[in-house]
């Protein structure tokens, strides 16, 4: 039997023409997502290529590397707005995270330090809190757990348990999954 008499066979029946007019829909809506995205990223990678000192432009490659698990990528780009920007909070946090979650302690303590050394600096203003605290929650919650860890790692409970504590604030169920102390 051939694919078209199969195809005929099978079109005959409604059900099977409406789930391929559906599939057809559907692969036509991802098609066009899937070219759109595309395109906004070969647009980034011109405007870096145009202008390699934009660090937004490089901060929004950084994490579409993080999005599609592209690690070492997404380490040389926040190195490098990092270059630019030295006191980038975007960059020294996700860094620092990542380089943590690597347990390259030696890269990323200095970083979680420092990026902690920023949210002491702005404790007192609300709105800037809730604006980083909303922008990047979920980092926030990682950044007070590993800021704790690295006060475990250096035999000071208190600190360690009152920054776990916070991480769990932030995102109940943090201490649980990540477990390091």
């Known amino acids: 039997m051939t694919i078209t008499k199969l195809f005929i066979l099978l079109s005959a029946s409604d059900g099977f023409a409406q789930g391929l007019g559906l599939a057809f829909v559907l692969f036509i809506i ?6 759109r995205n595309k395109n906004r990223e ?9 202008n390699p000192y934009n660090v937004n432009e ?8 993080i ?7 997404a380490i040389m780009n926040y190195e490098k707005a990092l270059r630019i920007d030295r006191n980038n909070f975007e960059a020294t946090l996700i860094l620092g995270l990542i ?3 690597k347990k390259e302690y030696d890269k990323s303590i200095p970083l979680i330090n420092k990026a902690m050394a920023y949210m002491f600096h702005i ?4 709105n800037k809190m809730k604006e980083i605290s909303k922008k990047y929650d ?5 950044l007070f757990y590993y800021y704790g860890h690295i006060a475990f790692m250096d035999n ?15 995102r109940n169920g943090i201490v649980l999954e990540k477990n390091l102390y």
């Open 67 to 73: 999005e599609y698990k592209d690690w070492g990528s």
């Open 156 to 170: 000071d409970i208190e600190k360690a348990n009152r920054f776990k504590n916070l991480a769990n604030m932030y």
């Open 138 to 142: 979920e980092n926030i919650a990682l």
């Open 42 to 50: 070969i647009s980034h990678n011109r405007n870096i290529e145009r």
């Open 58 to 65: 490089i901060l929004y490659a950084a994490n579409k590397n």
């Open 30 to 35: 991802w098609l066009y997502y899937y070219i």
């Open 123 to 126: 404790e007192h203003d609300s």
């Open 99 to 101: 380089f943590h979650s």
